[in-house]
T-cell receptor, first 110, second 113 residues
Framework: QKEVEQNSGPLSVPEGAIASLNCTYS??????FFWYRQYSGKSPELIMF????GDKEDGRFTAQLNKASQYVSLLIRDSQPSDSATYLC??????????FGSGTRLQVQP | DGGITQSPKYLFRKEGQNVTLSCEQN?????MYWYRQDPGQGLRLIYY???????QKGDIAEGYSVSREKKESFPLTVTSAQKNPTAFYLC????????????FGPGTRLLVL
């Protein structure tokens, strides 16, 4: 079992719709959870981080964390073509570096 | 402006050659990291350093070496022992190891001639 799992996609949504990206993790000691966006050929850029159970909202983005289910998600409201990218879920146990999932490719159709 | 710089943007390696990738940060971050990314894959940890003059192996350290002589700098050498070096290499840093957010440099793409 991979430590951090994501559906590779592509996830295709129409412009203006809500995109829902999901991630599961195996280490119950995980403390911090991050979502990065990566455009093709570029380095990852931080979208959001979340530490506590529940929802965290930042503009069009909402991160959701459920530690009991070992599940973290990212919702993108009013999706735009510029949101088309690969979204990487990353998890930290606080002991060393982040562990990344392989990413979900999102395509927003105009 | 504060940030992380990596050079070169593209690097070509001949068989049997060692090459060094540069990573510099002026964020005053304590911890620095090297990741490798293969096409369609996530990031895999090569080495990390949480303090000057100390570093630890990550998940795929074989064929790589690092040094951390200065807080600002964490160069990665891809040695001839790394038989499949073609990948996108990403350097990151954070204020302290673990919980804090990692910020990434622009990356170096390594290609084998």
């Amino acid at each position: 079992q991979k430590e951090v799992e994501q559906n590779s996609g592509p996830l295709s949504v129409p412009e203006g719709a809500i995109a829902s990206l999901n991630c599961t993790y195996s280490d119950r000691g995980s403390q911090s959870f991050f979502w990065y966006r990566q455009y093709s050929g570029k380095s990852p850029e931080l979208i959001m981080f979340i530490y506590s159970n529940g929802d965290k909202e930042d503009g069009r983005f909402t991160a959701q964390l459920n530690k009991a289910s070992q599940y973290v998600s990212l919702l993108i409201r009013d999706s735009q073509p510029s949101d088309s990218a690969t979204y990487l879920c990353a998890v930290s146990t606080g002991r060393r570096a982040l562990t990344f999932g392989s990413g979900t490719r999102l395509q927003v159709q105009p | 402006d504060g940030g992380i710089t990596q050079s070169p943007k593209y690097l070509f390696r001949k068989e049997g050659q060692n090459v060094t990738l540069s990573c510099e940060q002026n964020l005053n971050h304590d911890a620095m990291y090297w990741y490798r990314q293969d096409p369609g894959q996530g990031l895999r940890l090569i080495y990390y350093s949480q303090i000057v003059n100390d570093f630890q192996k990550g998940d795929i350290a074989e064929g790589y070496s690092v040094s951390r002589e200065k807080k600002e700098s964490f160069p990665l050498t891809v040695t001839s022992a790394q038989k499949n070096p073609t990948a996108f290499y990403l350097c990151a840093s954070t204020e302290a190891g673990g919980r804090e957010t990692q910020y990434f440099g622009p990356g170096t793409r390594l290609l084998v001639l």
